[in-house]
């Protein structure tokens, strides 16, 4: 059973808009979410992460949303810059667990200039 | 300062051969934990090392095994590979159990 998802797998948006990722999971015992971003032929990227205790957080163009009850993060990034045309992967950590991270399938972002 | 490093970048083997890929976490990290990332696919935690420990593993056979050494590389080892092994191999290195740092990966295919 797929415990995060990300169901939009493209997004396309204009250079300076805003870019909105969204990730879904299933196990309320998540106690940490991450983003991150993968270039092809690289390993993914840490982005930005954020504790089940918190709703929000900011890291320069980037934050990420949690709503715990709908069981639901999203990435924003603002303003949207080509550079950041990649696959965004959200990954969630187990409270519990010592580091195994359960990752989504990708959403691959397109920025266009 | 260096980051996850990871050898080699490409390999190529045969069905029933074994493999041993490895990993160089960064500079500070005692945590290694190993991906597995088929095409299309989010990475899939095979198992993680701490002080030269398997402290966790994932749902992957037997064949699937690892070692850290002192200095906190660590090696992954694949024996009697399947076509179904072909994949990005990605070792992730932490200090925050949960704030991990990727390598670029190495491409397993087995033909």
């Known amino acids: 059973d797929q415990q995060v998802k990300q169901n939009s797998p493209s997004l396309s948006v204009q250079e300076g808009r805003i870019s909105i990722l969204n990730c879904d999971y299933t196990n309320s015992m998540f106690d940490y979410f991450l983003w991150y971003k993968k270039y092809p032929a690289e390993g993914p990227t840490f982005l930005i992460s954020?504790?089940?205790?918190?709703d929000k957080n900011e890291d320069g163009r980037f934050t990420v949303f949690l709503n715990k009850s709908a069981k639901h993060l999203s990435l924003h990034i603002v303003p949207s810059q080509p550079g950041d045309s990649a696959v965004y992967f959200c990954a969630a950590h187990g409270s519990g667990n010592t580091g195994k991270l359960i990752f989504g399938q990708g959403t691959t972002l397109q920025v266009k200039p | 300062d260096a980051g996850v490093t990871q050898s080699p970048t490409h390999l190529i083997k045969t069905r029933g051969q074994q493999v041993t890929l490895r990993c160089s976490p960064k500079s500070g990290h005692d945590t290694v934990s190993w991906y597995q990332q088929a095409l299309g696919q989010g990475p899939q935690f095979i198992f993680q090392y701490y002080e030269e420990e398997e402290r966790q593993r994932g749902n992957f056979p037997d064949r699937f095994s690892g070692h850290q050494f002192p200095n906190y590389s660590s090696e992954l080892n694949v024996n009697a590979l399947l076509l179904g092994d072909s994949a990005l191999y990605l070792c992730?290195?932490?200090?925050?159990?949960?704030?991990?740092?990727f390598g670029p990966g190495t491409r397993l295919t087995v033909t």
């Open positions: 954020i504790s089940s205790i918190k």
């Open positions: 992730a290195s932490s200090l925050v159990f949960y704030e991990q740092y």
